[in-house]
């Protein structure tokens, strides 16, 4: 599987975008992006996912460079109900997902 | 977006005796589920993948004997942990995919505290 690598802290300002990056230099063709994030004693919640384009929902966006090799996840107005662990994860081919330490942002009010 | 239920949410129990964790997924056939643990502010750690009808594959250091697995229908995964003991408290999560190409839903986790 390929491995990612994300800064392991970072502070945002309430109502601010909030923009998490994420390295996976070793992803293959036909793995995707996810993101998850953990909010304290609970189990991850989907955010989102992509291949190669970008994608947005309710939640979130997710931009993918054109090379796949990083990607950005992107909260559009956090909230202090967004603080959490954030992880992104390479999808492998036998249906696994294996977590990182992601990355645990703070909202400040 | 789909659901995954885990029961019980916590258990406490004593050492020596055996705990059975349930992962069903509610609205969605699962053909695989997963297992993770988590130890306090470390990451999830994938225990082993469970197969409907046939036999789970386990990580590498994961006791297959200890941490017994069963997926007896397309909704429903246990994990057993046997012979508890004070290490093995920890908080336990399962999670579920239709496809390659979906994403992964979690159960809400379960804390297991070994007294």
Avoid at chain 1, 7 to 27: F, V
Avoid at chain 1, 53 to 71: C, F, H, Q, V, Y
Avoid at chain 2, 47 to 59: D, H, I, L, P, V
Avoid at chain 2, 80 to 108: K, M, N, W
Wanted: contains cysteine; aromatic residues 10%; proline residues 4%.
């Amino acid at each position: 599987d390929a491995k990612t690598t994300q800064p392991p802290s970072m502070d945002c300002a309430e109502g601010r975008a909030a923009n998490l990056p994420c390295n996976h230099s070793t992803i293959s063709g036909n793995e995707y992006v996810y993101w998850y994030r953990q909010i304290h004693s609970q189990g991850p919640q989907y955010i989102i996912h992509g291949l190669k384009n970008n994608e947005t929902n309710e939640m979130a966006s997710l931009i993918i460079t054109e090379d796949r090799k990083s990607s950005t996840l992107i909260l559009p107005h956090a909230t202090l109900r967004d603080t959490a662990v954030y992880y992104c994860i390479v999808g492998s081919n036998d249906y696994k997902l294996s977590f990182g330490a992601g990355t645990t942002v703070t909202v400040r009010a | 977006g789909a659901v995954v239920s885990q029961h019980p949410s916590w258990v406490i129990c004593k050492s020596g005796t055996s705990v059975k964790i349930e992962c069903r997924s509610l609205d969605f056939q699962a053909t695989t589920m997963f297992w993770y643990r988590q130890f306090p502010k470390q990451s999830l750690m994938l225990m082993a993948t469970s197969n409907e009808g046939s036999k789970a594959t386990y990580e590498q250091g994961v006791e297959k004997d200890k941490f017994l697995i069963n997926h007896a229908s397309l909704t429903l995964s246990t994990l057993t942990v046997t012979s508890a003991h004070p290490e093995d408290s920890s908080f336990y999560i399962c999670s579920a995919r239709e496809s390659l190409d979906t994403e992964a839903f979690f159960g809400q986790g379960t804390r297991l505290t070994v007294v």
